[in-house]
């Protein structure tokens, strides 16, 4: 099915983890649908050429591959496990463009917490229930472990009380699902979050630029969301102590204090996190004053 070359049609989750953070970055992106109701499946740009589809998330991979849509926010997870399930067919060609930074989990091994674990290779001729056959079995081969794959849709952690399995593959976020089913988390196969994904060819036609603005934006949107404004004050000696501790600061200004020839004024755009420990640290440094402001929009 042809897409029309002047839109960009872009999937995501109707309900459920990655809903609301998702419509929130491309509200603060700037990009609006004539409905904001959930039950409708296909909401329309407002005064932009993207629109939406509202989908489950696990339908997204198969509608980007099929050029039923153009883009799609979804779980790594999802986007890796049906990846491989296309491996050489003619949709085969998912990538991920840019990852969102939220919906983070992680895919990993648990078995129950009685057992022993002294490694991978204890799963040998072992069954291990999951809803990610294709990363696991892709995970089993490269470390050459013999196990039965017993595939599930969901309520994973089940399968080893009703006798199905010995050890599960699954999403852990808090480990709170494990800790109440008696498992321990063993291996992870791999470290999740929501991501940008689309083909790996251009399209060839209008889409590509119109691709490359809703990147622009999306991204623009990320680096404010890590961006932070510091300002403080340092005497001049303490200066290159407080500057290592902004490494990623971009271009410092430094500028004299009024009335104070020893002192000078710091103001730094962090683009990574500003914890409480790196303020201290800075502290003890010598700097004063500490002040750490939100960045609203960032014109590069
Ligand atoms: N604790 C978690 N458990 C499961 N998924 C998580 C967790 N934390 C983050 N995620 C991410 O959120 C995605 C969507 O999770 P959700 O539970 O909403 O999916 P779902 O039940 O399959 O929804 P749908 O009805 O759309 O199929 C997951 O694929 C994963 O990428
Ligand atoms: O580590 P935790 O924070 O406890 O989260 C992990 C659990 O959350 C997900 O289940 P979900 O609640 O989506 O149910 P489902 O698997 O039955 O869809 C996942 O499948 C785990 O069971
Ligand atoms: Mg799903």
Same mark, same amino acid.
């Given at each position: 099915?042809?897409?029309? /070359?002047?839109?960009?049609?872009?999937?995501?989750?109707?309900?459920?983890?990655?809903?609301?953070?998702?419509?929130?970055?491309?509200? &603060?992106?700037?990009?609006?649908?004539?409905?904001?109701?959930?039950?409708?499946?296909?909401?329309? +740009?407002?005064?932009?050429?993207?629109?939406?589809?509202?989908?489950?998330?696990?339908?997204?991979?198969?509608? $980007?591959?099929?050029?039923?849509?153009?883009?799609? $926010? @979804?779980?790594?997870?999802?986007? &890796?496990?049906? /990846?491989?399930?296309?491996?050489?067919? /003619?949709?085969? +060609?998912? &990538?991920?463009?840019?990852?969102?930074?939220?919906?983070?989990?992680?895919?990993?091994?648990?078995?129950?917490?009685?057992?022993?674990?002294?490694?991978?290779?204890?799963?040998?001729?072992?069954? *291990?229930?999951?809803?990610?056959?294709?990363?696991?079995?892709?995970?089993?081969? &490269?470390?050459?472990?013999?196990?039965?794959?017993?595939?599930?849709?969901?309520?994973?952690?089940?399968? *080893?009380?009703?006798?199905?399995?010995?050890? $599960?593959?699954?999403? @852990?976020?808090?480990?709170?699902?494990?800790?109440?089913?008696?498992?321990?988390?063993?291996?992870?196969?791999?470290?999740?979050?929501?991501?940008?994904?689309?083909?790996?060819?251009?399209?060839?036609? +209008?889409?590509? /630029?119109?691709?490359?603005?809703?990147?622009?934006? *999306?991204?623009?949107?990320?680096?404010?969301?890590?961006?932070?404004?510091?300002?403080?004050?340092?005497?001049?000696?303490?200066?290159?102590?407080?500057?290592?501790?902004?490494?990623?600061?971009?271009?410092?200004?430094?500028?004299?204090?009024? +009335?104070?020839?020893?002192?000078?004024?710091?103001?730094?755009?962090?683009?990574?996190?500003?914890?409480?420990?790196?303020?201290?640290?800075?502290?003890?440094?010598?700097?004063?004053?500490?002040?750490?402001?939100?960045?609203?929009?960032?014109?590069?």
């Amino acid at each position: 099915m042809s897409r029309p /070359a002047d839109r960009l049609r872009v999937a995501m989750q109707k309900s459920g983890r990655l809903s609301d953070p998702a419509r929130n970055l491309l509200k &603060q992106a700037g990009f609006q649908f004539r409905s904001s109701d959930k039950d409708q499946l296909f909401c329309y +740009g407002d005064g932009c050429a993207v629109d939406l589809v509202l989908v489950r998330d696990d339908d997204i991979p198969q509608l $980007i591959a099929e050029n039923v849509c153009d883009l799609g $926010i @979804v779980g790594r997870n999802v986007l &890796q496990e049906k /990846a491989l399930e296309l491996r050489g067919t /003619a949709h085969a +060609g998912l &990538q991920e463009l840019m990852p969102l930074a939220f919906g983070g989990c992680r895919l990993s091994l648990a078995v129950p917490n009685g057992l022993d674990w002294r490694g991978p290779s204890d799963l040998d001729g072992r069954r *291990i229930a999951t809803s990610y056959p294709e990363l696991l079995g892709e995970y089993l081969q &490269q470390q050459g472990i013999g196990a039965e794959i017993v595939a599930l849709k969901g309520s994973v952690e089940i399968a *080893i009380k009703l006798g199905k399995a010995d050890a $599960i593959c699954d999403l @852990v976020s808090s480990g709170a699902t494990l800790v109440a089913n008696g498992l321990k988390e063993t291996e992870i196969l791999l470290q999740s979050e929501a991501v940008l994904a689309c083909q790996n060819t251009p399209f060839g036609d +209008g889409r590509d /630029a119109l691709l490359a603005d809703f990147l622009a934006r *999306i991204d623009g949107v990320m680096k404010v969301q890590a961006s932070k404004l510091i300002l403080c004050q340092t005497g001049k000696r303490e200066l290159d102590a407080v500057l290592r501790l902004l490494p990623d600061a971009v271009a410092p200004v430094i500028s004299p204090v009024w +009335g104070d020839d020893e002192a000078l004024n710091v103001q730094a755009l962090c683009t990574s996190a500003v914890t409480w420990q790196r303020l201290e640290a800075m502290k003890s440094a010598g700097a004063r004053g500490l002040m750490v402001l939100p960045v609203e929009k960032l014109l590069a």
